[in-house]
Each structure stands twice: as C-alpha cells, then as structure tokens.
Nanobody, 123 residues
Framework: VQLQASGGGLVQAGGSLRLSCATS????????MGWFRQAPGKEREFVAT????????IYTDSVKGRFAISRDNAKNTVYLQMNSLKSEDTAVYFC?????????????????WGQGTLVTVSS
C-alpha cells in the first residue's frame, strides 16, 4: 500500500492550500482516511479524518471552520482544504490510511502512512 501526499508549500498567513493524498494497493473506498501533522520540535498530532463513505468527518478544535477534509473514491484520493492559514499551522502534514471504515482520531488506528508534505505559513 502506498500513500503519496502532495500540495504543500509556502503560503502567507490568511492564505489557502489544498493537500492531496493518492492511495494505491488496496480498496480505497473501504477505509477511513486521516491527516496528521508534526510541527518542528513537537509530537505528531491529529488534524482531520473522514470515514470510508465520506459522510463522517472529525476535526481537531484548532482547525474547525478553517480546514475541510474530503475524498474522491473514484480517484483513490483524500484532500485537505486549508483556509485562513496561521503560522501555527506550519508543519509536515501526513496522510494516513485507517485499519477500518470509520473515522478515528487515534494514530494507532492507522495502518499506512504517506511520506509527508511540508506546509510553511509565513506571518
């Protein structure tokens, strides 16, 4: 199973980015997907998750109202639309494939991880 994240970059505070994560090697539509991030000197933290159907989503409090997770099961891809970016959103963002069809905030529930894509927000 491979997950390939893309879309990171340098953006000014208040700007937007959309991350993508293309998955191959398993039946994408059967599994939940998530996004996590790790800022310099900090532990990896949960950002957002979506269930296999795309109906159920969960966000960490700090991104609610600014970020939106979605998926296209026909393209085997999950997205993270990030708006109103803040300097504290600067991190390496990782997509992850769940062990189940549900949405989970726990990193231990994810079996597969992408390589990460760097998001830098300048203030």
């Amino acid at each position: 199973v491979q997950l390939q994240a893309s879309g990171g970059g340098l953006v000014q505070a208040g700007g937007s980015l959309r991350l993508s994560c293309a998955t191959s090697g398993r039946t994408f539509s059967r599994y939940g997907m998530g996004w996590f991030r790790q800022a310099p000197g900090k532990e990896r933290e949960f950002v957002a998750t979506v269930s296999s159907s795309g109906v159920s989503t969960i966000y960490t409090d700090s991104v609610k109202g600014r970020f939106a997770i979605s998926r296209d099961n026909a393209k085997n891809t999950v997205y993270l639309q990030m708006n109103s970016l803040k300097s504290e959103d600067t991190a390496v963002y990782f997509c992850a494939g769940s062990r189940s069809s549900g949405s989970s905030v726990l990193a231990s529930m994810y079996a597969y991880w992408g390589q990460g894509t760097l998001v830098t927000v300048s203030s």
